[in-house]
Structure formats: C-alpha cells, structure tokens
Nanobody, 115 residues
Framework: QVQLVESGGGLVQAGGSLRLSCSASGRIFSGEVMAWYRQPPGKQRELVAVIRGRGSNNYADSVKGRFTISRDNSNNTVYLQMNSLKPEDTAVYYC?????????WGQGTQVTVSS
C-alpha cells in the first residue's frame, strides 16, 4: 500500500508563489500517472494537472501558464509549482497516483490565497 504525503501549502498573497510536494512511501515508476487535484470550499474536487510517463503533462485551463507539474522518480516525489496565484486558487490540494487500477490519494494540503 503506497502512502502519499503532501506538503508546501500555506497562506500567500495574490500574485505570489508556492511549491507543493508529494512524497510517496515507496518507489514511483516512470510509467505511472500522477496528478494534483484540488477542492475549493463548497465545491467538488477538480483536476489541476497530470503528469504521465516521459513527462507528458496536461493542465486545467484555469491554471495553464501559471502552474507546472514535475516529478523526480529517483526521490519518489511529484511537485506542483504554482505562480501568479489568485484567490480562486484557494483550495485543499491533493496528490493522486494510479497504480494497477487502484487510485491512491494523499491527505491534502491547504492553499489559501488572499486578495
């Protein structure tokens, strides 16, 4: 059973930056799909960014050009660099890993962007 632990959330002013990290308890394989989701207050969880094998990435339209997802398989870690943050980016951010048809989630990290 893999465990995912997010870190790096916090309170930041609009226009600022944060870098989220997601560390896995075991090895991350290069072909595995990993992603970041977020759940704004009172809303459903939504996909933010996906990274697949060989580093191919996809982003939600709302974060394109501002957020960057990356992975370091040697350190079993996935990152989300968030720049030019907006108040509407306020949410709990969750790490996601799909492995052999089973979805694994982290516990989430709170990101709050003040205006």
């Amino acid at each position: 059973q893999v465990q995912l632990v997010e870190s790096g959330g916090g309170l930041v002013q609009a226009g600022g930056s944060l870098r989220l990290s997601c560390s896995a308890s075991g090895r991350i394989f290069s072909g595995e799909v990993m992603a970041w989701y977020r759940q704004p207050p009172g809303k459903q969880r939504e996909l933010v960014a996906v990274i697949r094998g060989r580093g191919s990435n996809n982003y939600a339209d709302s974060v394109k050009g501002r957020f960057t997802i990356s992975r370091d398989n040697s350190n079993n870690t996935v990152y989300l660099q968030m720049n030019s943050l907006k108040p509407e980016d306020t949410a709990v951010y969750y790490c996601y890993l799909a492995r052999l048809g089973v979805v694994h989630w982290g516990q989430g990290t709170q990101v709050t962007v003040s205006s």
